[in-house]
């Protein structure tokens, strides 16, 4: 586990089963139906049951860069937090923009739920192809500028399923990590 303090709140990056996690609110990496898909996605529609997928048809979709709550259904979690990621093309038709913006977006629907802990996966990272390299420090400076700038949320953690991508994870938080002679982003 690699972890930072950043305004009062820690960021943590954990390998593990984000569908497990005693938390109060965890990230979907969802499509813009809201209906289900593969990877994570489906990890949290199978172990939530069908009441989460009921929820989604009433939110009506979602767009890229946004995110829409549910109840966290038969999940540890009280609520889950649906984002659309971008796809990634070549990394100069915004995607790091919406990228930034699914994790902002995400706590900012986390605080309107009174979630205090948050547990997000690395959105994007899969069929959607945003290279790790790239979205794990996008991520990780969009959560820490956030809980910069708003109270409230106590604990964000990466819950990344592989070693590849819980090192980029790392690392992004390594990079981010006060140190004497480097300027903290």
Do not use: W
Not at 106 to 133: D, K, N, Q, T, W
């Amino acid at each position: 586990m690699s972890a930072l303090v950043v305004g009062g709140a820690m960021i943590e990056a954990v390998r593990g089963d984000i569908t497990r996690e005693p938390v109060d609110a965890i990230v979907n990496a969802a499509n813009s139906t809201l209906l289900g898909g593969g990877g994570v996605d489906g990890a949290i529609h199978r172990a939530g049951g069908p009441g989460i997928l009921s929820e989604c048809r009433a939110l009506g979709g979602c767009e890229a860069g946004e995110a829409k709550a549910t109840s966290g259904g038969e999940l540890r979690a009280r609520f889950v937090i649906h984002t659309v990621g971008p796809i990634y093309r070549d990394g100069r038709q915004g995607e790091a923009a919406l990228l930034a913006g699914c994790h902002k977006r995400s706590l900012e629907v986390a605080l309107e739920l009174g979630a205090r802990s948050v547990a997000f996966p690395a959105i994007s990272c899969g069929v959607y192809g945003y290279p790790v390299h790239e979205a794990a420090p996008i991520a990780v400076r969009a959560v820490a500028e956030f809980l910069r700038a708003h109270s409230g949320i106590e604990l964000v953690r990466f819950v990344l399923y592989s070693p590849e991508v819980y090192r980029e994870f790392e690392h992004a938080l390594e990079m981010l990590r006060p140190s004497p002679g480097r300027e903290r982003s």
